[in-house]
């Protein structure tokens, strides 16, 4: 996917202007920066829910098709069962019921929830919930995936078992991924790469992590040193 200088403005507020960015097909980018500094805006130029005033936003052949959206909330149907939330999307691709529940089911394995695809989201608590939507945009048939900060309302040891199963749910079906977050710890250990938003014309820093996901930890000494330039680069936003 790449964003080719592109602009948008709201009213007399610039978030973009002639702004660039690339971002390999099936990898994971990581995007920090301060409110208000387009992080959303790029999830929306993205997605096509929102068209840029100037430029344009280029999907690669692989990425064209629907796009699966996680958001910081579950946003899941109260009236369906946890089974009944992930296959729902999948019935506009899917013709056959009994390949979606394979489907539905398998996602839902993977997350840990197969024993809970019975019961309904007020039975459950935010982190199975959050696992069922994780579940949802997996089995969703897309080729680029969209995070708005899906893990920052959780406890410390939810976020990171709820990151965990992200990863093995994206190693096994790899998406071309726009994660962003507001902790610098999070886009180190999801992101093939991070940048920090703040400057309209684009990223004030964009660093490549060449570290396999699998060998990262929040307290090696190049994770703290990454974290570390995220972190003067927010502050200098």
């Known amino acids: 996917m790449k964003f080719d200088g592109v602009s948008k403005a709201y009213e007399s507020t610039i978030v973009f202007d002639r702004f660039s960015l690339e971002i390999k097909e099936g990898t994971i980018l990581s995007v920090v920066g301060p409110s208000g500094q387009g992080k959303t805006t790029l999830l929306h130029l993205a997605s096509g829910l929102i068209q840029p005033d100037a430029g344009r936003v280029v999907r690669h052949p692989l990425e064209e098709g629907p796009v699966s959206y996680l958001f910081q909330e579950p946003r899941l149907i109260p009236s369906a069962t946890v089974f009944r939330n992930v296959e729902l999307p999948l019935r506009a691709s899917e013709p056959c019921a009994t390949v979606r529940a394979q489907i539905a089911n398998h996602y839902l394995e993977m997350v840990g929830l197969s024993d809970s695809r019975a019961l309904y989201p007020d039975q459950l608590s935010g982190g199975m919930r959050q696992r069922v939507a994780i579940a949802r945009s997996f089995s969703h048939p897309s080729r680029l995936m969209l995070l708005d900060e899906p893990f920052q309302s959780l ?83």
């Open 155 to 237: 406890d410390i040891k939810l976020r990171y078992t709820l990151i965990e199963a992200f990863l093995t749910l994206w190693e096994e079906s790899p998406k071309t991924t726009i994660f962003v977050t507001h902790d610098p710890k999070e886009a180190i250990l999801l992101g093939d790469a991070v940048c920090c938003l703040g400057d309209p014309s684009g990223p004030l820093l964009y660093q490549t992590i060449d570290t396999p996901r699998k060998a990262r930890s929040i307290t090696d000494e190049q994770s703290l040193a990454l974290e570390a330039t995220l972190i003067g680069a927010l502050l200098n936003a």
